[in-house]
């Protein structure tokens, strides 16, 4: 174990890093539509991975500069995101009531299941690569990162740091912090929750999308990219609070990253894969010991004797 | 010939995955998302055993089905108190993981997995084509369905469904819900592993993607297309799910790998049609395949009106024409009270959250067939009283003795099996069970939800059930509801239903009945009707407790009161006691 050099354990931890703050970009993503909308977007994987066939489409088959690709690429999921949550889950939501979670969840569950093998049926099952940005390598206090890393890094302390200020500052932020934490009470006061809903899904689907498009980038593209990914996000949405900052599901995505990564000094790569759903599964257990005290407290503290 | 027994056998198969499931999600209301990653731990195990050891392949199926059951049980703990979104999250954590350990061991063939699985043998016959397997398949199916109605149909089931519906007051009325969800998890998932088992003899390989996420997904949408909480349902769905592939490939003459795409993604557009436009799926919960549908509503020649019951407003009518002598009754019996023996026996009962004193120093006293009145302002704590007595919620000191017996420290359940049960103030009725089965989850010592006499001893259950029945008709027609017995709790109106909560909670045959205004919410008729309810209750020597705003209520019931502020009781007395202290009756009663 000692044997573990000071420049693997240095490599390792930028490569965390790497990762990591994708599965927090994605986290973030799926911890506001959990948290302000209450609805399991289990598509979002698909919505992920159809962003980075888009934008392959057009760079690849139509031709378009890299850039312009990338960005209609990205702003067609924004639109299919913000479609689901208006055709899709809205109207499931107004007819199920109370059921709403399993409801959706059924819907949201076709959806990406039919998605996932539309995408097999019209670009076939093979991996194709997103090429137009030239890969360089870029040393970083002595770790190895290619250029590409270095910009989804930076893209994601960005996106997450604007949310960030959004909900801490703006008018449309208190909104949506509203409707997050009461959406009965946010109509009494003059907020839409239905619009609220639209523009969270379209803020999460343009994560998702700019993620999965440097993701793309950076490895390849295939039907499959997007399973892995987002089920990771779920778990850092769940283990960062769907209720809390953004900043902070986006910094547990960095550590469930270096987790995955440094593991692997001990355990083989099979096993590293697994560690993170370990973890999950002891969190769960032990928030469901402890969640029953604070169910409790809310129970007797929400409800008038 | 040799295709069709092909999809028979797979019908077959994934229909014992299909009920198991719906037994989980559509009875007992948990949501799991990994049945075929249990599936894996039966088919591994099972195809493990054959390969290194030549062990018949179904004595394998059974080891691995208590395997995979065991650890569907140890999944069960964490998954206990989680709700609807960490349940999906929890499962498919735990479905990555099994996979996960699956390709990991080079034993198991890694990615690969185990090829070659020597043909299953059964008395002595080699099961070599896939029409050898119909018969065994679908005896296991029958034997596999049997198991299936008996828990999800029977009382168990009427407890599963209370679980799913309303865990809290399922078990108020004494029932374990922690065991009954770990044994449902168990016995579920120890179905999955046998499925899983047959399906990798079947096909003679035990590999990941046999078992993967979107194997679960699909024996999920099985479930979903078939309707929840209906058995024969889950069959049907199995038989769409896998049938859609040959059809799309003899109809539309897809090629078999096109085809098979085009059949997931037709079944995940379904899902979400079907999601919109018939979310019960194809055979809702309580509908019969072989029955018309108008079965039920044809039974029940007669609609029961939503008029207060004929009795029931002929004793409502008398106690208004005696209303003007009730003042002499209600004090001789205050006299009385104190003569009672006492039957619940509470002693500094202190509670706090954090900085909020929800109840402190509590002691109080109930007396054997008389009624007790709890009242005072909002957010006194009073309904955190009857949490802290019936164990909701557990007291940071203090003792609860019930006939000399200590409380404090069981459970809910426990404390409803020993004799003090409790109603919610906002009802919750069962909604989906009718308003007898709502009756009958009252009724405590039930052959039926216990797993040994249900499969051990039919004819006593049989039997049980019966008296059960009776038992819970015979309550329903005491407080006038017996006309509505078969309608649904939830569609009745708010009266109705607190009618049938109390008759549920007067099953129970508890000694001490606390009800959490009992006359809140429903109008004047109705409110006459359950105080008269009540009283005969009390007349029957059973000790009451009510937590009331009314006081016209307190005035008419209670033998003793007391008055509660902010988790104290700072007075106590007769109503008429404390409506003539000047402090009280200045602040709270407004009759200075």
Redesign the interface.
Known sequence: MLAVTFETVRQLVASGIVNGSAYGLLGVAFALILGVTGRFHYAFGVLYTLSAYFAFTLFDRVGWPILISIVIGVLITVVMGVGIEAFIYRPLAARAGNNSLLAIFVASLGLGVAGGNLIQIFWGAQTHSLLGVTIKPIGILGANVINVDVYAVLAAVLLVGTLTALLRFTGLGRSIKATRSNPDMALLVGVDPARIYLVVFAIASLFAGIAAVFAALKYSVDPTMGFRPVVLAFVVAFLGGTSNSPVRVYLCGVVIGLIETISSIWLSVRWNQLVVFVILVIYLASFSFNRSLFARIRQVVARPA | MEVAANYIDQILIFSIFALSLNLLLGYAGQ?SVAHASFGAIGGYGAGYLSITHGWNLFLGAIVGAVVAGIIGAIVA??????S???L???T???S??LL??F??FPQLGGTYGLIGIPPASLFGYDLLKTSDWLIPLAVILVVIYGICHRLGETAYGRVLKGIRDDPEATQSLGKNVVWFKVAIFGITCAMAGLAGALLAGFNSLATPSQFS??VS??I??MV?FGGTGNLAGSILGAATVILTKPLLEWAVSLAPE?AS??R?????????VL??LR?QGLVPEGARLLQPATWRAGSTTEQPSEALPQHLAEEAQDWKTSAGSSGAIVAAREADWIDQPVVLEVNGLSKA?GS?V?AEDLSMVLRKGTITALV?P???????VF?LLTG??KPDSGSVKLNGVELIGTTPNRVANAGMVRSW?DVRVIPRLSSVQNVMLGVQEQDGERLAGLFGNPGAVRQREREVHDEAMEWLRFVGMDAFARESAGALSFGQSKLVALARVLATNADVLLLDEPASGIDRQWVDAMLGLIEKVREQGRTVCI?EHNLMVVDRLADHTYFMELGRITDQGTFTELTSSPRLAKAYFGTA
């Open positions: 949501v703990l964490p998954a206990l108190r989680l609807v979104e960490y999906i999250l929890l498919l954590g735990v990555s993981v996960g350990l390709t990991t996420f979107d997904l699909s999920f949408a979903i096109i795409l085009w997931l993604t037709l079944y995940g557009l379904l899902l979400v999601m919109r979310p959250f909020i929800a005072g909002n957010g006194a704590g009073k309904t955190t949490n909701f919620i103030q937590v």
